[in-house]
C-alpha cells in the first residue's frame, strides 16, 4: 500500500567531496554539468547543524553546489567536522554509492575519459557500461542511452 505523502519526485542527489572547487571544476568542465547555485560557507555558533543533518555540533558547510545534467539535479558539499572520516568506501561496501550518467556515444565516451588526467577509467563491461574514478574517489557509471 502506497503511504499518500510520497507522491512526488525524487529532487536531487548529494555528493560529499574533500574540495568543493575541484569538484565543481571536474562536473562543469569534464562531465558538462550546468551549476544552478553555489551557496557560500555555512557555520552556526549553536548546535544547529547537528540538528538539521545530524553532525557534529561544531561541523561547517564549507561550500556547496547544485549542479544539473540531463535535467537532473545534483548537490556538492565540502563539511569539515572535528569527527570526520575520510574512508573511501569500495564499491561492494555497504553505503559505497554511485552517480550513473547516459551518453549517446559510449565508445566515444570511453575513448574522452581515457584522454582525462583526472580520472581513472575501468574497462567496458559487456553489460554495456563502464565505471570511472574521480581524483577524489567518486565513482561515476557511464552507460548508454536508451
Known amino acids: 500500500m502506497k503511504n499518500s505523502i510520497f507522491q512526488g519526485t525524487i529532487d536531487h542527489s548529494g555528493f560529499v567531496v574533500p574540495n568543493i572547487n575541484v569538484a565543481v571544476d571536474f562536473f562543469e568542465k569534464t562531465l558538462g554539468f550546468e551549476v544552478l547555485f553555489r551557496p557560500g560557507r555555512l557555520q552556526f555558533e549553536d548546535d544547529s547543524l547537528k540538528r538539521y543533518f545530524g553532525v557534529h555540533e561544531n561541523s561547517v558547510v564549507e561550500g556547496a553546489a547544485f549542479l544539473q545534467y540531463g535535467g537532473r539535479k545534483i548537490e556538492l558539499v565540502q563539511w569539515s567536522a572535528p ?8 564499491p561492494s561496501d555497504t553505503g559505497a554509492s554511485h552517480l550513473a550518467l547516459t551518453v549517446t556515444d559510449l565508445d566515444a565516451a570511453l575513448s574522452y575519459f581515457k584522454e582525462q588526467s583526472d580520472v581513472f577509467v575501468r574497462e567496458l563491461s559487456p553489460l554495456g557500461f563502464f565505471y570511472i574514478t574521480t581524483s577524489w574517489g567518486m565513482e561515476i557509471q557511464i552507460m548508454k542511452h536508451q
Open 83 to 90: 569527527d570526520q572520516q575520510n574512508v573511501q568506501p569500495k
